[in-house]
């Protein structure tokens, strides 16, 4: 094909792997090794003190309530269609009775509570506590103040006799109190503009974008580790987004969960699991905010790219292992549908360099306002056919017109796409 005169210019900043991708290193906090976005190196939300034992020939009465002469207090969501009890699900019915009496704990913020007998004569000790813990954890975003646990075991000889539980609170329960107001009021605002009608998949899509568009990635953000960083300061880092996306969609009625890992890169990592429509699919908001990137991505233009990469929004299990790995507590299902993922449902997935389909694409994201477009490859093959027509024979301006800008473009050739967008340089 001959190179037509051009009236724009094309501006290449090909990212490959690291396009939006960058590990943090560690850090300490309060004692404990921190890895990338500071999810602690051997369990979720795991204590320092937590472990604590002390043996006593008899315990002392029971305290499976918090102190009666004190109001209760309930954190947990009063809405059962907004809760995901994904982890919940995945323990045993002895595990589950000790998830009840830790959720009921953590939720009153209750200074202590007796374990269920009926769990330590079915066989669990204080090696299952931390599972369940961070079963709890997983299942509820809105625990935003929980920061560990402690327990104190009693023993006659040999034989368990009782196990008291208690939670570790980053702060008492009125401060709390102003906090969940103030989130409340966060989540008010941010959906606000989706609604019960919309289809599973609309509202996936709008809590992503909706997401990126009001947190900016900071790995000194305060709160990082839980939702009030996200609604209210709007700065987090992983575990947060995870957690706010899990917390709206479930509020929307999506079922929605916490997925523990790690990348590439050997960092810690947190993102989402997703059901649509019947089918699991991985969400990683975080990787799809543009603020989250190396500092400086080996582009010398200076240009700014695009606000969201759709690129881990609804994806199989296949697309995901190229970059994450599986870890936590939690075993995941194999995600193998595609009928919600992105690129599927926009028609942006490409088999082959289909010119009508690409023509398609770049007319609608004309009519619907919006200044960049994604195309994603099925395979290599493809990535490299629509990577020499458009970029090497310059045919994107045959789709997008660039007058007196700059047309760039990035690549990311792990992930098999190309985004394109205008720019004024």
Not at 80 to 102: C, F, G, I, P, Q
Not at 117 to 140: M, R, Y
Not at 244 to 273: F, I, K, P, R
Not at 321 to 328: D, F, I, N, P
């Amino acid at each position: 094909m001959k190179k037509r005169a051009l009236t724009g210019r094309l501006l290449g900043i090909v990212f490959l792997t690291a396009f939006l991708w960058t590990g943090c290193g560690e850090q300490e906090l309060s004692g404990e090794i921190l890895l990338d976005d500071g999810i602690p190196q051997t369990a979720l939300y795991q204590d320092t003190q937590s472990g604590t034992m002390e043996t006593q020939a008899q315990p002392p009465a029971a305290e499976t309530e918090a102190n009666a002469s004190e109001e209760t207090v309930s954190f947990l969501s009063q809405n059962a269609a907004s809760v995901s009890h994904y982890a919940y699900d995945s323990l045993s019915d002895v595990e589950k009775l000790w998830y009840r009496d830790m959720e009921q704990a953590l939720g009153s913020m209750a200074e202590s509570v007796r374990l269920s007998s009926a769990g330590l004569e079915a066989g669990l000790d204080e090696t299952c506590i931390d599972k369940i813990f961070q079963c709890v954890l997983i299942d509820h975003p809105e625990l935003f103040f929980v920061e560990g646990y402690t327990y104190t075991k009693y023993t006659r000889g040999e034989s368990l006799l009782a196990i008291d539980f208690a939670g570790s609170y980053s702060m008492d329960k009125d401060a709390a109190l102003l906090r969940k107001q103030e989130i409340e009021a966060g989540v008010a605002s941010l959906l606000a503009g989706i609604g019960p009608e919309a289809s599973e998949y609309d509202k996936v899509k709008y809590v992503y974008e909706t997401l990126i568009k009001n947190t900016d990635y900071d790995l000194n953000a305060p709160d990082n580790q839980n939702i009030y960083s996200v609604f209210v300061n709007h700065f987090s880092v992983c575990q947060g987004y995870a957690k706010a996306t899990q917390y709206l969609l479930n509020s929307l009625g999506v079922e929605c969960t916490l997925v523990m890992g790690t990348v590439d890169t050997g960092e810690g990592h947190a993102w989402n699991l997703v059901r649509v429509d019947g089918n699991y699919y991985y969400v990683d908001t975080t990787w799809g905010d543009a603020s989250y990137r190396l500092e400086n991505p080996g582009d010398s233009s200076g240009q700014a790219m695009p606000d969201i990469n759709y690129d881990y929004l609804c994806v199989t299990t296949r697309e995901l292992l190229r970059t994450h790995t599986l870890g936590g507590v939690v075993p995941m299902p194999e995600c193998s549908a595609v009928e919600a993922n992105y690129y599927v449902r926009e028609g942006a997935l490409f088999t082959t360099y289909d010119r009508e389909q690409m023509k398609a694409l770049f007319d609608r994201a004309a009519g619907e306002g919006r200044a960049d477009v994604t195309v994603k490859c099925a395979d290599s093959a493809c990535f490299q056919e629509i990577l020499e027509a458009l970029i090497e024979n310059q045919e994107i301006f045959d789709y997008l017109a660039s007058e007196t800008g700059t047309i760039a473009y990035a690549h990311n050739e792990k992930q098999l796409s190309l985004t394109f967008w205008v720019t004024n340089a």
